[in-house]
């Protein structure tokens, strides 16, 4: 399958050395080409492709474009080069690869035995829409990786030509077109023909300065390359270069990196008021926690100008999402009850929500893939999503503000006007976060009345967001009633939570049935379940802690 390439024909083998980095690829970063259902630039394509096959955006000093580039070029020497990320231990125990390797070639993937057999089989669970194992995940994911990998090498995946007929749907021309006669057939009229001509001796112009390391040569054919493929036939709708460079300049700027990099350091800086007490320190961390929403709010912004909607169409955006409004929330609260408890139990859920979003991209990905049709021009589903998950970020405050407290219980002595303020912090997140759950699931209703013509019908989102919500209220209801106290609520805040982990991220990566698919993933379970253990082993710790210094039990 990876013997033959129809593109390298086109190109002069040169030796590589090991000067690459002098070549200028900037001017290929904003190229637009057809993936993933959208246009996007090739930058954003690169990043996609790489981390998919490496497991990293980055690979042997080489960014994204430039290794991409590479793979085209000298296709021969890369399915000898351990590319393909194979994380999965029972898969390597299955095909007898070393366990302490994480990278493997192609040609050894194409050799193992029975993984042809191993990947039909997983192909057909896929047709016939059945639930794959963790295995055949795996599985799944390699054959990806080889057929992806495959078909970038011979230029097949890299659609970049634009099509000659109008319209937004029509499928892009691959670059191993060039190669062959079949893109003189599609432009045939004698105008395009000269200009794709011109590309195709274009094109071989920056293959040669590439294999032969001329960084000028190389600048200008590649910029030549960028301005023929715009000035094709007005008729194929090619985008305007300037409406991708916000998306290039995402990339590059990592806004929710540097975010959780400052709600860290802003929380050095309360615990470090917290333990001192110097004044100017808790100035400098509200400044620094300031910045980072500030940041947090920028880079939403700009995936919002990138993908034309609300970016919470995935659970990578919601954990953005809800991070946010975790921050958000607590800034209304301290704006209240100026106490810095509030915005450090913030900084500390969003910075790890952010965290978890930039370092699982197998479970939390980032790909910007276009709506499922169900989630399109609706604005039911649009208010409906933003406010659960508003509810979510609401109620994530609260569970942060109720593991400090927690904290607070282990050593009871000295801390009950501590204690006290926050169980009101607690109670007051609580409150908005049932206000808005309870708007967002009748808007949900509406939605569903909307789509599938009924408004409610026990489907397993339905259901938890349900539960979520009953959860909670009895929780108020306690705490009016005299059911629950301080230690109660804390408790409840923490436990409860479980409650919007299950409809938030079980029923999507666990359950995975419903109406609800479009949101459907997998991975991150294991994560999950000590991260439940955890506070349930924290709750019961703290409780006996308490219970041993002779205080109430609720």
């Not at 997983?122 to 990806?144: G, M």
């Not at 062959?180 to 599609?186: G, L």
């Not at 929380?267 to 100035?283: A, E, P, Q, R, V």
């Not at 919007?500 to 379970?525: E, I, K, Q, R, T």
Request: proline share 4%; net charge positive; with cysteine.
């Amino acid at each position: 399958m990876l013997s033959k390439y129809a593109l390298p024909l086109l190109i002069l083998f040169v030796s590589i050395s090991s000067s690459a980095e002098t070549l200028n690829f900037k001017p290929l970063e904003t190229i637009p080409i057809q993936h993933g259902g959208r246009i996007k630039p090739f930058d954003t394509f690169s990043r996609e492709v790489v981390q998919l096959i490496t497991g990293k955006q980055t690979f042997q000093g080489m960014n994204a474009v430039e290794m991409v580039w590479s793979w085209i070029y000298s296709p021969e020497k890369w399915v000898q080069t351990p590319l393909i990320e194979i994380t999965s231990l029972e898969v390597k125990q299955t095909f007898g690869l070393p366990k302490e390797q994480r990278h493997f070639t192609a040609l050894q993937i194409q050799a193992l035995p029975q993984f042809s057999q191993f990947s039909q089989a997983v192909h057909l669970k896929n047709q016939a829409e059945e639930k794959l194992s963790p295995f055949e995940q795996s599985i799944d994911r390699l054959s990806s990786q080889l057929f992806i990998l495959d078909r970038t090498l011979s230029g097949e995946f890299v659609t970049l030509i634009p099509p000659y007929e109008q319209g937004e749907t029509a499928p892009w021309i691959p670059l191993s077109a060039l190669a062959s006669s079949d893109i003189d057939k599609i432009y045939a009229d004698p105008a395009s023909q000269v200009k794709i001509s011109e590309l195709k001796m274009t094109f071989q112009g920056m293959s040669e300065s590439y294999l032969q390391k001329d960084p000028k040569t190389f600048s200008l054919t590649s910029l030549k390359f960028r301005q023929l493929l715009s000035e094709l036939p007005k008729e194929s709708g090619y985008p305007y270069v300037g409406t991708l460079s916000s998306e290039v300049f995402y990339n590059h700027f990592h806004p929710f990196r540097k975010a959780w990099i400052l709600y860290v350091v802003s929380l050095i800086f309360f615990i470090t008021f917290f333990i001192f007490k110097k004044k100017y320190i808790d100035t400098i961390g509200i400044a620094t926690s300031v910045l980072a929403f500030l940041l947090h709010v920028f880079g939403f912004y700009l995936r919002c100008v990138i993908t034309g909607r609300a970016p919470v169409g995935t659970m990578y955006e919601s954990v953005v999402w809800v991070s946010l409004g975790a921050v958000f929330f607590s800034f209304i609260l301290f704006y209240s009850y100026k106490n810095l408890i509030i915005v450090t139990a913030a900084s500390t859920v969003s910075a790890i929500g952010l965290i978890l979003a930039d370092n699982l991209p197998m479970v939390l990905d980032s790909t910007i893939r276009p709506l499922a049709p169900v989630l399109r021009s609706n604005f039911w589903l649009t208010t409906h999503v933003l406010i659960i998950t508003l509810s979510y970020a609401a109620f994530a405050l609260a569970m942060g503000l109720g593991n400090w407290a927690i904290f607070k219980f282990m050593k009871y002595k000295n801390h009950e006007k501590e204690i006290k303020q926050l169980v009101q912090f607690i109670y007051r997140s609580i409150q908005i976060g049932v206000l808005l759950l309870a708007a967002g699931t009748i808007l949900g209703g509406v939605w569903a009345d909307y789509s599938w013509g009924r408004f409610w019908g026990w489907d397993p989102k339905e259901v938890w967001a349900l539960i979520a919500l009953l959860l909670y209220l009895a929780v108020i209801h306690g705490k009016y009633a005299g059911w629950l106290k301080d230690f109660g609520i804390v408790a409840a805040s923490i436990l409860a939570f479980q409650g919007v982990l299950m409809a938030w991220y079980g029923v999507n990566f666990v359950l995975g049935v419903g109406l609800h698919s479009y949101g459907f993933g997998s991975g991150g379970l294991n994560y999950v379940l000590s991260y439940v253990t955890l506070e349930i082993g924290l709750i019961c710790f703290a409780f006996l802690q308490y219970r041993e210094k002779g205080h109430e039990r609720r």
